[in-house]
């Protein structure tokens, strides 16, 4: 059905865009319609009842959707329909498309609130399961935390309990002799005054070998044990009086961290056995921003590790002491007889490495001056390549040049043009390969003369080492102190 006169369909030939509110007021509506719609003379009076049929006929076509004309948009004031009261009895304010748009979005506005409103109850309801679940296993790691807190707690008592009782029964047994100390401290002197030649004598080696390989790592803690070994025996003379002090401000640090952990144990091990059904507990407002600590695990381990370590060495050091001195000579005659055997064991060992290297090179030697003698003769073959070469090129170059004399129409470009065009460009490319690998070989000619010279100089240079190690320094090492002598018997 279409209305008489001018269909309602040209108002909207062209789309709007879609307003905020889906249904626009009333007035606009109104108001667009005044302004908008061109009104024709109606042939039917206004008086008439309201009928559909009055108004509307059965449409043959389509209605337009194209826009009104100019013309029409124009129309004379004259021609239009005077201002009436029921005009809007004339035209409905919204179509029968907007209607079902309007019911439709508030449906999708309907089923969008309920989908958020259970997704909000789902995700409530899992939230609540969530953090209940993440509130219990935070009490439980806490209070496993805390078992495992009192156990550390427990084995470091038990350790200082150990120590502590070590270092009281400890405390009460030192003794001092020092006449065979004297001995073995004077006895000490020649073992070091060798280890210290050797080493000068090293300082003599050239070059590469000058190198800090085993024998002198060992000649230094020969050295080092020697000094060592005397400073303990001159510490000990005097360390009789000042041991028993050292023990008791061990003894007196032990006993107070031991009283720390045995408060610290009962505390914490109450707070391992509370639950949320125990007597006692209650809220503390705050306190969980009051931070007193004053340690960390690691810190509070080396505390305690550290405690524990300097009365070990404290009463290592009144062992010593109490074993009447004889222990630290034999204990130091021991060392130092070891380490001059490790001494001269890698000075066997050395002297083995530095002859099997110079054998090394002389056969290196030998097939580097193999090599430069097969490198040069290489290189003649390749001048002689080259040379050979350039006929061919030469007879290439000539028949292409001779053929530029062809007459007229016989410059043709055939077969034979191309062939020979082709083979100056291999030819040449040829030649140049040669000349580039005839001057890698100069290269590695001039390598492996540096090579000869290099192999030549390690060669002088292994054989000074040798005589260095081998006559020099293992001359001296031929005799040592006896045991007896060291300890201080003699």
Known sequence: MEPLGSTLTATYAHPRPTPTNFLPAISTMASSYRDRF???NLTHTLSLPWRPSTYYKVASNLPTLGPYCTRSQKVCESTML????????????????????SNLTNYLESNTSRHNSER??????????????????????????????????????SEITHELDAMIGETNELTDVKKKLDRALMETEAPLQVARECLFHREKRMGIDLVHDEVEAELLTEVDIILCCQERMK??????????????????????DLSDKQAAYRIDDKCHHLRNTSDGVSYFRGVERVDATVSVPESWAKFTDDNILRSQSERAGSAKLRDD???????????????????????????????????????????TLQEIFQTEM?????????????????????????R????????????????????VYEVDDTIQTLQQRLRDAEDTLQSLVHTKATLEHDLAVKANSLYIDQEKCMSMRKTFPNTLRLVGFC
Request: glycine share 2%; charged share 30%; net charge positive.
């Open 82 to 101: 005077p201002f009436v009261s029921n005009r809007t009895t004339l035209f409905t304010r919204y179509t029968a498309d907007d209607w079902y748009r």
């Open 38 to 40: 061109p009104h024709n």
């Open 235 to 256: 510490l000990h003379l005097d360390k009789a009086i000042a041991q028993l002090a050292a023990n008791r401000a061990s003894q007196h640090e032990l006993e107070k």
């Open 404 to 423: 530029t004399r062809r007459p007229n129409i016989e410059l043709c470009r055939d077969m034979a043009q191309l062939r020979l065009v082709n083979e």
């Open 325 to 367: 001195i004889q222990n630290l000579l034999v204990v130091t005659a021991n060392e130092m007889w070891n380490q001059f055997n490790k001494v001269n064991l890698a000075f066997t060992n050395r002297i083995a490495e530095t002859a099997d290297a110079k054998n090394k090179i002389q056969i290196h030697l030998a097939k």
């Open 120 to 157: 909000l109850r789902v995700d409530t309801s899992r939230l609540i399961q969530d953090k209940y679940q993440q509130t219990r296993k935070t009490q439980a790691d806490s209070t496993q935390n805390l078992g495992e807190r009192v156990n550390d707690i427990g084995f470091w008592k």
């Open 378 to 402: 290489t290189m003649e073959s390749i001048k002689k390549a080259i040379k050979d070469k350039s006929a061919f090129l030469k007879v290439a170059q000539t028949r292409l040049d001779e």
